[in-house]
């Protein structure tokens, strides 16, 4: 069977690619290997209440914003409900005693850091000053026409930490920390993060950040609606498995229905290392197929889902991200946690139901005896741990929430072994290969690779989350559509 597009993985960024390929006029195939498309973004339901696996919130969705600009042009704005967190407390951290709430606004955000610590006004002006030169010179952030922009592969992502930029800039311990702590966002520490990727996951959480009525599935789901439309085809449990090549090019996929799909070009939206380890033998070298295949992923994590008799209240902002000093230093230690409150912005959305998101990061060795066995099938000892980390991750919600005890009535968990196991991500890699500084700029897979057809999208290139998937979408297939930049200018202000 011939098909223009062949779409490899139906997450966030298989269904966003489809959608800019297939408006191009290009007939595309997605082939999926699980049951359902969404990968990270998929949810799960037990009795009657949705969880959500990937998505607690998202950030520039205003008009003008990155994912605003995307929502209108990808037509599915229309098909969202966006629920905007309060203005004046998005995003909470807390340690310890102190907290600090993020507004939903930049310029908020700029005014409260100031008033809160006045003797750092010469470091947060210059924190300020560098956050909004990074945002406008990467062009697929900035959405701004008539300028000169580097290409996002060649952007200078320096191996410079965001803890190193802060010795230099800020000193109160405190505003330090608050300002680190949103590298939680890409699953590192401040000492392991590039500035630059700080600054700009950083800076796209704000301007309306929200939650979208549904969840994580609502976004799938009108996306897929919007594929349909375009005549996109969408095959599921179809797992490809061979990337059949004729060096420079791919030819033709195999998946694990026995199927074989020639096209005339490739894209790869699931995790590099699932293709490289399919690419045909001498397709690539053997250095290059080494050094993807060792490069490091970014850390799994441990969720606990709480369905509960009433919503709680006393989380004031919709996200709270809080560590437990007790906590951090047992073993295996845990934290930060980001707990989310959907009931705390949801308009009677019925799919809902009174729950309670909480995630922390967590390597999947902890877990390495049962990581060959299949899911549901790990037996008790794993269920066991399963259910002791769960109860501390309930301990530490109930210290920042009391009124939960006696309100939970059931706790559902998941391992970076079962991120793993739907969605093929190697060590249930929250993030796709990890962007920590080691790992920048060549050194990591771009959008194109030395196989002239086949090119890279998704959570592992440029940047991740929901809004780095979506740039990266859109970076890669102004690349493959190379519409003397159509694309950019459609979505540009
Ligand atoms: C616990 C958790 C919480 C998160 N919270 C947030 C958040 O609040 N905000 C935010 O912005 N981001 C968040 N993220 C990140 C965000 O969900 C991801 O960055 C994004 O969804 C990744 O999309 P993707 O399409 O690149 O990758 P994936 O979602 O991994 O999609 C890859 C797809 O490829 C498929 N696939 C794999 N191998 C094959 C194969 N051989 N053949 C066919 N198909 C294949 C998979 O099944 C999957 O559907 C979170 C992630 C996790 C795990």
Redesign the pocket.
């Given at each position: 069977m011939s098909q223009d597009t062949i779409l490899?993985?139906?997450?966030?960024?298989?269904l966003v690619d489809a959608i800019l390929l297939a408006e191009s006029g290009r007939r595309v195939l997605v082939?999926?290997?699980?049951t359902i498309p969404g990968?990270?973004?998929q949810q799960f339901a037990r009795k009657r209440t949705v969880f959500d696996?990937?998505?607690?919130?998202?950030g520039s969705t205003a008009p003008g914003r990155p994912l605003g600009q995307f929502f209108e042009h990808l037509r599915i704005r229309d098909r969202l409900r966006l629920l905007p967190f309060p203005a004046e407390a998005a995003i909470e951290v807390r340690s310890g005693e102190r907290s600090f709430a993020y507004p939903a606004t930049f310029e908020r955000f700029v005014e409260t850091a100031l008033a809160t610590w006045p003797h750092e006004r010469e470091g947060l002006e210059r924190f300020v000053r560098d956050v909004e030169e990074v945002a406008a010179a990467y062009k697929w952030y900035a959405l701004k026409r008539g300028v000169d922009y580097a290409h996002p592969d060649d952007m200078p992502f320096s191996q410079q930490s965001f803890a190193s930029y802060l010795d230099g800039v800020i000193e109160d311990p405190w505003l330090r920390e608050v300002l680190s702590f949103q590298s939680f966002n890409l699953g590192l520490w401040a000492d392991e993060i590039p500035w630059v990727k700080h600054v700009l996951a950083f800076r796209s959480n704000f301007d309306v950040t929200c939650r979208i009525e549904g969840g994580g599935g609502a976004l799938v789901e009108a996306l897929v609606a919007r594929g349909h439309e375009l005549g996109v085809e969408y095959r599921f449990k179809?797992?490809?498995t061979k990337l059949v090549c004729r060096k420079p090019h791919v030819v033709a996929v195999e998946t694990s229905q026995g199927e074989r799909y020639e096209a005339e070009l490739f894209v790869a939206?699931?995790?590099p290392k699932?293709v490289v380890r399919a690419l045909e033998q001498g397709a690539v070298s053997d250095l290059f197929r080494e050094h993807v295949l060792g490069m490091k992923d970014s850390r799994g994590?441990l969720?606990v889902f709480l369905r509960l008799t009433e919503p709680v209240t006393s989380i004031g902002a919709t996200c709270v991200l809080f560590r437990d000093a007790e906590e951090e230093a047992r073993t295996p230690p845990l934290g930060p946690i980001l707990v989310t409150n959907p009931c705390a912005v949801e308009r009677g959305d019925e799919r809902g139901g009174a729950r309670l998101e909480a995630?922390t990061y967590m390597s999947d060795e902890l877990f390495a005896p049962w990581s060959e066995l299949p899911v549901l099938k790990r037996g008790a000892d794993y269920e066991a741990l399963k259910g002791a980390l769960a109860e501390r991750v309930v301990g530490m919600l109930t210290k920042l929430a009391p009124e939960l005890s006696g309100r939970v009535t059931d706790v559902y968990a998941a391992t970076p072994l079962s991120?793993a196991w739907y969605?093929?991500?190697d060590h249930g890699a929250?993030?796709?290969i990890s962007h920590d500084v080691t790992q920048q700029g060549r050194d990591r897979p771009t959008s194109r690779l030395r196989l002239k057809n086949l090119v890279f999208t998704?959570?592992s290139i440029n940047m991740?989350?929901?809004?780095g998937?979506f740039i990266n979408a859109f970076h890669t297939c102004d690349l493959v559509r190379d519409d003397g930049g159509a694309l950019f200018a459609s979505v540009a202000t």
């Open positions: 490899i993985g139906a997450g966030l960024s298989g082939l999926e290997q699980h990968g990270y973004l696996v990937g998505f607690h919130y998202t179809e797992a490809v939206a699931c995790h699932v994590a969720q995630m991120d969605t093929r991500n929250v993030f796709g998704g959570h991740p989350g929901i809004c998937v």
